[in-house]
């Protein structure tokens, strides 16, 4: 299935250069097994191979990026809190999600906004993510803007830049994420396993008195 992606990925950036780039990366937020992996670096390797710009790739790939994260956010702020609040009251038992987990998480997003957007846009599985938390909290559009635009930037120029410097051997940049993304799907599964054992320690915790 995902080689079949790949070359139906390959294809589009082929038969569409820019605006393939940019539906494919617009797209990657909304559907994850769309992988930036393959679609950055095959960006690089076309802007190499000359029939299209490096510039040119960037900024498709960077707009591509913006616009999907304008769609989760816009889902997240059409639901809003105060449906996310009525769904944790009624099914939040089943996941040990409180209410109270939801304000803390809120609190902490609204402390770090800007660092959670911007670089959680350069951090693999993450990277579509956080734009929900950002429409849930309705941070402020313009600065949601901005911030994503720079993560993108980031995330767009090591990725494109890599299929460009290693021209036919771009494909290489795959094997690479792959371990990245297995060291976050590792530190996330730690960080759950921490919250769901402090959840039960506090809840065995004898109260005084």
């Known amino acids: 299935m995902l080689s079949g992606l790949s070359d139906w990925v390959v294809d589009v950036i082929d038969r569409l250069g820019y605006v393939g780039v940019a539906l494919l990366v ?3 937020n ?5 992988p930036s992996e393959i679609v950055l670096p095959f960006a690089g390797f076309v802007a190499r191979d000359g029939r299209a710009t490096f510039l040119g790739m960037l900024l498709a790939a960077t707009l591509g990026s913006v616009v999907g994260a304008w769609v989760l956010y816009g889902i997240a702020a059409w639901i809003g809190p105060n449906r996310l609040e009525r769904f944790i009251v009624r099914y939040g038992k089943w996941l040990r999600l409180t209410p109270e987990d939801v304000a803390k998480a809120e609190r902490w997003f609204d402390r770090r906004a800007v660092v959670a957007v911007l670089v959680g846009r350069c951090v693999p599985l993450i990277r579509s993510l ?3 938390p950002a429409g849930f909290r309705r941070m402020p559009f313009p600065r949601f803007t901005l911030y994503t635009a720079l993560g993108a930037l980031v995330w767009n120029t090591l ?3 890599a299929g460009y410097l290693l ?3 771009w494909h290489d940049v795959e094997p690479v994420l792959d371990v990245v993304q297995y060291v976050v799907v590792a530190v996330l599964l730690v960080l759950i396993v921490r919250f769901v054992w402090q959840r039960r320690r506090h809840a065995t915790a004898p109260v005084d008195g």
């Open 26 to 28: 617009a797209l990657e």
């Open 167 to 169: 021209r036919s051997r």
């Open 30 to 34: 909304l559907f994850p097994p769309i």
């Open 159 to 161: 990725l494109v830049g």
């Open 130 to 132: 956080v734009s929900i």
